[in-house]
């Protein structure tokens, strides 16, 4: 089955202790993004890759990194959360001029 | 820089009744997608268009590509209460990041 993965599904965390959420897809896409939702902010872009070891920054990338050394894998990484980091995190891949597909969602809650 | 403008915000609906939504860009886009979004869940790609004037249908589903190439509408017939959710269109437009410009969603409720 065609799909994006994200884990974990759900995280509570602390102020300052680094953490990664993965991504994986098996459609063999050269573009992946992740987004975050926030009520009344829509999504918004955060870091994108056009291809293995090509990332950029999108719209919100401030206090998030991303790699991206396989073609299936983008994990995002944050180094030092923050309370506002608390939010939906959507990972997503595409072909680089197709329909996007998203996963279910990383719900993060920083304390 | 691009906008998209997505209406209406919020619609309520008895069932079976038809719905119609829209989004208008202030720039040329060459890829509309439509996605309905359920609480808690990812994005589900609804109908993907790519022509200037594309109609594309998926069940109770249709969507067209406006001839400007600056708007996109959806409709959904016989509305049924599995319909409700949020309902996000994004276009792409001529840059080479592959970026999506999304709307803000039309939140759609159906009353049984």
């Known amino acids: 089955e065609a799909q994006v993965t994200q884990n974990p599904r759900y995280l509570i965390t602390v102020t300052g202790k680094k953490l990664t959420v993965t991504c994986s897809q098996n459609?063999?896409?050269?573009?992946m993004s992740w987004y975050r939702q926030d009520p009344g902010l829509g999504l918004r872009q955060i870091y994108y890759s056009m291809n293995v070891e090509v990332t950029d920054k999108g719209d919100v990338p401030e206090g998030y990194k991303v790699s991206r050394k396989e073609k299936r894998n983008f994990p995002l990484i944050l180094e030092s959360p923050s309370p506002n980091q608390t939010s939906l995190y959507f990972c997503?891949?595409?072909?680089?001029?197709?329909?996007?597909?998203f996963g279910p969602g990383t719900r993060l809650l920083v304390l | 820089g691009q906008q998209l403008n997505q209406s209406p915000q919020s619609m309520f609906i008895q069932e079976g009744e038809d719905v119609s939504m829209n989004c208008t860009s202030s720039s040329i886009f060459n890829t509309w997608l439509w996605y309905k979004q359920d609480p808690g869940e990812g994005p589900v790609l609804l109908i993907a268009l790519y022509k200037a004037g594309e109609l594309t249908s998926n069940g109770r589903l249709t969507a067209q590509f406006g001839i400007t190439r600056k708007d996109s509408f959806l409709n959904i017939s016989a509305s049924i209460p599995s319909d409700v959710g949020i309902y996000f269109c994004?276009?792409?437009?001529?840059?080479?990041?592959?970026?999506?410009?999304f709307g803000q969603g039309t939140t759609l409720q159906v009353k049984p």
């Open positions: 994004a276009g792409r437009g001529s840059g080479n990041t592959g970026k999506l410009i």
């Open positions: 997503a891949s595409s072909s680089v001029w197709g329909a996007q597909y």
């Open positions: 459609m063999n896409h050269e573009y």
